[in-house]
């Protein structure tokens, strides 16, 4: 159950008034006013708010908390995007809800499969303007059958600029609201609920960092968690980040349960500076001690993510490095073969040269995994996302309750 929301509303704040259809009803004004910072094309956006928030909401409205459950199970269980079709509630009050707020959708512009059926790749179009692109995964093996996992954008392209990513060709245009993140779960849980699947991990790597977004990215990671909603457990939401250090630390803060990803990929300054400009600011010793810190206060596994490059980072001495980094920190390694990018002039490894890497980094007590490559023959896998036109329109599917 979430939290209620116990501050009383102002009485000025339930005014009578009249509507068209003659019925005494709060003025929409001042509840609008109320959630100026959540809004759609006037109206109040109800998939941007908190449960907290939808409580004060309709107690702004002059009705009860449990209103506020109602609503929550209709937007994240059935996915209904109309008042009207909410018929546990009253019909005034189904009309009341729609003079004054708005339950908008993304729109599924594209979505193109890989030849296995393994991995789909969605592209979004945003209301306001813009695309964004999520991928859609299968893993029998770790998550067994009917289970998917979703990799998910927080912002309309990049600011980070790594030098072998995809997303960071796009620069940043601006960062994704929280409700445009959510939807990108609840659109695809739609979608695999008529294969009889669920979405039952999310991970923040697609395009954008996650920490740079902070605020939204917070707050969607509340409402995919939310039990009354889709009920993703927090260890099954993994953050993804470059290394913005005050947020790493920030977010220990919140001392929640997800997982923590470090975009690690270097084990000298000058060659991650070099991948990665971030590291200029924030350089390996500064991140590796806001990771421990992470870890005094949540306790959890942080898991490194290593893109192996031929011939520039991918050496034993490397994997040495690492090693000797990591001493200390309850670690997962999580090698990535290079995933081609068109004008980036990398090579992948050798399985060789990842074999050994591998080898040499369990020496040293640390779990060490090479990440099963899905969507490559897409350009959905790693490092590949940036907002290509898909090649296969989705066929409109009838709404269902």
Not at 13 to 35: C, D, K, M, T, W
Not at 91 to 97: F, G, P
């Amino acid at each position: 159950m979430f939290t209620c929301w116990h501050r009383p509303v102002h009485k000025d704040l339930i005014l009578p008034g009249l509507s068209q259809s003659g019925y005494n009803r709060p003025v929409s004004a001042p509840v609008i006013e109320h959630f100026s910072d959540h809004l759609y094309e006037g109206k109040v956006n109800l998939k941007d708010l908190l449960p907290e928030e939808i409580e004060q909401f309709f107690a702004l409205l002059g009705e009860p908390a449990y209103r506020a459950r109602q609503v929550i199970r209709w937007l994240y269980v059935r996915g209904e995007s109309e008042f009207e079709n909410m018929t546990d509630l009253s019909k005034d009050l189904r009309a009341r809800l729609a003079e004054v707020a708005v339950i908008p959708r993304l729109s599924t512009r594209r979505f193109q499969s890989s030849k296995n059926q393994d991995t789909t790749k969605y592209l979004f179009e945003l209301p306001a303007g813009g695309e964004v692109e999520s991928v859609r995964m299968r893993y029998l093996e770790n998550l067994g059958p009917g289970r998917v996992a979703v990799c998910i954008s927080s912002q309309v392209g990049c600011a980070m600029a790594c030098d072998f990513c995809a997303s960071g060709l796009l620069g940043l245009k601006r960062h994704l609201k929280t409700w445009e993140i959510v939807d990108q779960v609840m659109q695809i849980q739609l979608d695999v609920r008529e294969q009889d699947e669920r979405v039952s991990n999310v991970v923040f790597m697609g395009l954008g960092e996650p920490l740079h977004n902070y605020d939204n990215v917070l707050r969607a990671i509340r409402l995919l968690n939310l039990a009354e909603g889709m009920g993703i457990g927090m260890r099954h939401l993994t953050v993804s980040t470059s290394g913005l250090v005050p947020k790493i630390r920030k977010l220990a803060e919140e001392k929640l349960s997800i997982r923590l990803a470090i975009s690690f990929h270097a084990t000298d300054d000058e060659l991650r500076s070099k991948m990665m400009p971030v590291n200029r600011r924030w350089p390996i010793a500064e991140l590796l001690q806001a990771c421990r810190e992470y870890q005094a206060v949540t306790e959890r596994r942080i898991t490194f993510e290593y893109i192996l490059l031929d011939g520039v980072n991918d050496s034993v001495a490397e994997a040495q490095r690492l090693g000797e980094l990591l001493e200390g920190i309850h670690a997962l390694v999580n090698l990535i073969p290079w995933n081609p990018v068109e004008g980036i002039p990398y090579q992948r490894s050798r399985p060789a040269a990842v074999r050994a890497f591998q080898d040499k980094i369990e020496e040293f007590g640390i779990k060490c995994t090479v990440r099963q490559e899905k969507g490559s023959d897409i350009d959905a896998a790693c490092g590949q996302l940036r907002l290509r036109d898909l090649g296969e329109t989705r066929p409109r599917r009838a709404r269902t309750a």
